[in-house]
């Protein structure tokens, strides 16, 4: 779609929830063609009345503090693009202006009698379903249909989860220094449903790769959404779930091999219900047995702190 794009000037129309990459696909376009200055209007920043000043700019003394004249970003976008990101938040009035500068090509900046042209290609993208918003009467339906020539729709993370892998694999490196994640780590992040789209997923390997010194990317070195999101899914015995989903140990282990941990209580044997602090130790149990002893491979296994697990190991009465 980028490619067909980029070989006119027509409107498009970008649409997806936040964080899904609209600039990127908006840039994208523009690079396939470039012609002119690519310029960003964020809608979503303007504020009080200046508005209207920050797009079609203003003529000295306009207005207390106007001491020059300003080019506002419409007239920065001549012969280029302009793109208008989340254009759902323009308020009807600038939507009206806006709406005559892609008629007419020609604008006044504020307090000028001075009329300029400026001939862009735009681009605009949204969070919102803009036709709703046509309905209840927020945004303009001749705007709407001025923009919407050709529509990209951009899907979440979460509906798309086979571009995660080649996404971290991109964000590491741009950001990483040979970091790798573990199979297990990648199918946390694979499994999470990215409520912040492809912008959370590098800002998370941004702060891993910041706080972790080594190049290996574990389990427990996930941040606390991921962390959080695999407690939630798979409940309270999550350490022992996590272990056996990483095929480290059946959990229906038969009850000799569980008995032989000093840390497991005689009396839960043959129980059909444990209480969560008994499944705990058998977890920590199993991991140390897994680990041959090694505590801190058995807190990254535990998804918890080598520190957490030396106080859970005291809390237990186990050898430290």
């Known amino acids: ?174 950001y990483g220094s040979g970091h790798t994640f573990t199979q297990e780590a990648m199918d946390a992040m694979i499994s999470y449903e990215w409520p912040g789209n492809v912008r959370e997923l590098e800002n998370m390997i941004q702060q891993m790769v910041a706080v972790r010194t080594g190049p290996l990317l574990h389990l427990n070195d996930l941040p606390s959404p991921v962390q959080n999101h695999l407690y939630t899914r798979r409940g309270p015995g999550i350490a022992m779930s996590a272990a056996a989903g990483m095929g480290m140990f059946h959990s229906a282990a038969p009850a000799a091999a569980v008995a032989a941990g000093p840390a497991i209580d005689p009396r839960f044997l043959d129980s059909p219900i444990l209480p969560l602090t008994e499944m705990e130790r058998r977890a920590i149990v199993h991991a140390l047995e897994y680990t041959k002893g090694d505590r801190l491979m058995a807190a990254g296994l535990l998804g918890i702190g080598r520190t957490t697990l030396y106080r859970k190991l005291k809390e237990y009465q186990m050898a430290v």
């Open 1 to 174: 779609m980028v490619d067909k794009l980029a070989s006119g000037r027509w409107p498009a129309l970008i649409l997806g929830e936040t964080g899904t990459g609209k600039e990127v696909v908006a840039k994208s376009i523009h690079a396939a063609n470039p012609q002119g200055a690519f310029v960003t209007i964020d809608c979503s920043s303007f504020v009080g009345p200046l508005m209207e000043s920050e797009l079609f700019g203003h003529a000295k003394g306009s207005f207390t503090g106007a001491v020059n004249a300003k080019i506002g970003l419409i007239e920065a976008a001549n012969g280029g693009t302009a793109f208008f990101d989340e254009i759902g938040e323009l308020p009807l009035d600038l939507q009206a202006k806006l709406l005559r500068v892609l008629q007419e090509k020609e604008f006044r900046p504020v307090g000028s009698l001075q009329t300029k042209r400026s001939d862009f290609r735009i681009i605009a993208a949204t969070n919102r379903d803009l036709l709703k918003e046509v309905e209840k009467g927020t945004f303009r339906r001749d705007l709407y249909y001025r923009l919407n020539v050709v529509t990209v729709r951009l899907a979440p993370l979460r509906e798309r989860k086979e571009d995660i892998p080649l996404l971290m694999q991109h964000f590491l490196a741009k």
